[in-house]
């Protein structure tokens, strides 16, 4: 049966008409820029050139009037602006990130900067492409990114520069689009981790082994890289740390650092009561042990003790004794609220020592970049893949669009843009980075991609016609830390999520037995609002209360709009999108 779509979008600005199962209302939506798409590029049905399967990156034009500059791209992997002093969290007076505060009081921090999809194959492969997950082809982890769709370090290449990335890559393929690589296999290990690079035989069989850390050991790499090129190229190198991903293995030297320290809780740590939905909890509560991974006892399939005593485990069966300067198991025999606490402090800790030896070693990149007498001619980001929950809402890892995951910390320093700003509100998202990457060395943003470029920033402007709020969408269902499936609309005032809880290969997907079994869980479909200016920590959802009526309906039509734009309208998942016209208004 043909599945009639869901809502029809003519153009920003216009009348949305909205199916004959949502009683065929209608709206009239104002936007900045009418008839234009989110580039603020006309709506001419030129949507056709986005798409996964492009085999080449188009032509972008080159200024010649901008100084090409080094650009020094550093991510770490799930470290979430609580754990950056300048964000201003409950952390912050822990002071675990001393470079980084004093990279971001010389450049600009981001406050809204956004992932599209909190996961990390997925969000590495909108920052190298520009494009959502649904177009870029990465949706999950199983995801692939081709050399033919790199398309960031293609055009850095094109535009005369030497390209370079070392550490985490996650994106299956050859790293072919840069002139070098060394990456780690798959997610990498924390000790010892292997390296693949380029050599006589094919990818992915040229294979070194490395001693240490890797945090150390990528930034010895990137250093040896810098230190030893022959090229007069300007370089673009690509600095990827492994850490603070679980499960939190630190360099032996960092044991001490906060032990005797009593780590700040969350408040929502302990009190959840009018968060959430049905989509998030279950009818009645009936899903609380099951739905997202925790700190405590809560979720019976997945929590932090359990993860900190199979590695505990593990690790004394390998007779890896470097990082068991602490004792991973908790007493499983404490009261509740112990064990919770318990698990806590362990946990952070052990985050935070790795986030200590990142920022460690970005001060040994930054350094080096002072010592060599290129600092005024380098560009430094620093961002991570998105954020992470550390026991808020008593959640752990990413995944999900609340804030502590959706949010990706970003800090720029620009040398020589005086009238750049200390911070910037503007809401961006990783599909961002590339084309704001290539307008800071005078590139134009191909049509291939569907972010934008906001280096107007630097120069102390508001880019033009610029976005009012940002897509989100989660497309894992219950996978690995039980998230059902989601996407959502977030502005500077509120965010709006449908939690849909179905897998888009109907009947679960995913390479193992297990993770079918998992991801072909299906949980029921609810709507969650919050109102960020009043509830900040998403404490409250307001879905059901009549003071937002208004607000939802703008809100919805303008998530139909934002679906139909990046053409995300599950037309190739019919399943998905009879589920999602169904309740589109509940």
């Known amino acids: 049966m ?69 650009i020094l791209f550093i991510m770490s992997d799930d470290h979430t602006t609580q754990g950056i002093g300048v964000y201003n969290s409950r952390l912050s007076a822990l002071d675990p990130t001393p470079t980084l505060d004093k990279l971001a009081a010389e450049g600009t921090i981001f406050r809204l900067a956004h992932s599209t999809n909190a996961i990390c194959s997925p969000s590495r492969a909108a920052i190298l492409t520009g494009q959502y997950s649904h177009v870029n082809g990465v949706l999950d982890l199983h995801g692939n990114l081709p050399s033919e769709r790199q398309y960031l370090p293609q055009l850095l290449k094109k535009a005369g520069y030497e390209t370079a990335i070392i550490g985490k890559w996650h994106l299956k393929s050859e790293p072919g689009a840069f002139d070098h690589y060394e990456v780690l296999r798959g997610q990498g290990t924390y000790f010892d981790p292997e390296l693949r690079v380029q050599g006589a035989k094919p990818w992915p069989e040229n294979v070194e082994q490395t001693v240490g850390h890797s945090s150390d050991i990528i930034t010895d790499r990137a250093l040896a890289w810098l230190k030893n090129r022959k090229s007069d190229k300007p370089f673009a190198l690509f600095h990827h740390f492994k850490a603070p991903h679980d499960m939190f293995e630190n360099a032996r030297r960092y044991n001490d650092y906060l032990a005797d320290v009593d780590i700040p809780e969350p408040n929502n740590l302990w009190n959840q009561g009018e968060w959430g939905s049905e989509g998030t909890r279950g009818v009645n509560d009936s899903l609380r042990d099951t739905i997202g991974s925790s700190v405590s006892h809560r979720n019976k399939y997945r929590n932090m003790a359990t993860d900190l005593a199979e590695l505990h485990a593990k690790l004394q069966k390998k007779g890896d004794v470097r990082n068991l300067g602490i004792d991973l198991k908790i007493d499983l025999n404490l009261s509740d609220e112990d064990f919770t606490r318990q698990t806590y402090q362990t946990f952070v800790k052990r985050y935070l020592r790795c986030v200590k030896g990142v920022d460690d070693n970005i001060k040994r990149m930054l350094d080096y970049i002072d010592d060599a007498g290129i600092a005024d001619d380098t560009i430094v ?206």
């Open 2 to 70: 043909k599945v009639p779509t869901m809502i029809f979008v003519l153009a920003l600005g216009m009348n949305i008409k909205v199916a004959d199962e949502m009683s065929l209302m209608r709206f009239n939506v104002t936007n900045s820029c009418e008839d234009c798409d989110l580039r603020g590029s006309k709506l001419t049905g030129a949507s056709a050139d986005f798409g996964a399967g492009s085999s080449e990156v188009g032509a972008s034009r080159i200024s010649s009037s901008k100084i090409s500059k080094n």
């Open 381 to 586: 980001i620093y961002t991570s893949d998105q954020g992470f929950f550390l026991g808020e809402h008593d959640l752990i890892d990413k995944r999900w669009m609340y804030e502590e995951a959706l949010h990706m910390p970003l800090i720029v320093k620009y040398p020589g843009k005086n009238k750049a700003p200390k911070q910037s509100k503007l809401i961006v998202n990783n599909t961002d980075f590339a084309p704001t990457v290539l307008g800071m060395i005078g590139v134009e943003t191909p049509s291939e991609m569907q972010g934008r470029d906001f280096s107007a920033v630097f120069e102390g402007k508001d880019p033009d016609n610029w976005r009012n709020s940002t897509y989100y969408r989660y497309w894992m269902n219950m996978a690995h830390h039980y998230n059902p499936a989601h996407f959502g609309i977030r502005t500077d005032k509120y965010k709006l999520i449908f939690f849909y809880g179905q897998h888009f290969v109907e009947g679960g997907g995913g390479k193992w037995p297990e993770e079918r079994e998992q991801t072909g869980m299906r949980t029921p479909p609810a709507w969650e609002l919050y109102d960020l200016s009043k509830d900040p920590h998403e404490n409250i959802n307001e879905y059901r209360n009549p003071d937002y009526t208004g607000v939802i309906k703008q809100l919805k039509v303008e998530l139909a709009q934002l679906r139909e734009i990046y053409q995300d309208t599950d037309e190739h998942y019919p399943h998905l999108q009879e589920l999602v016209e169904k309740h589109w208004i509940d």
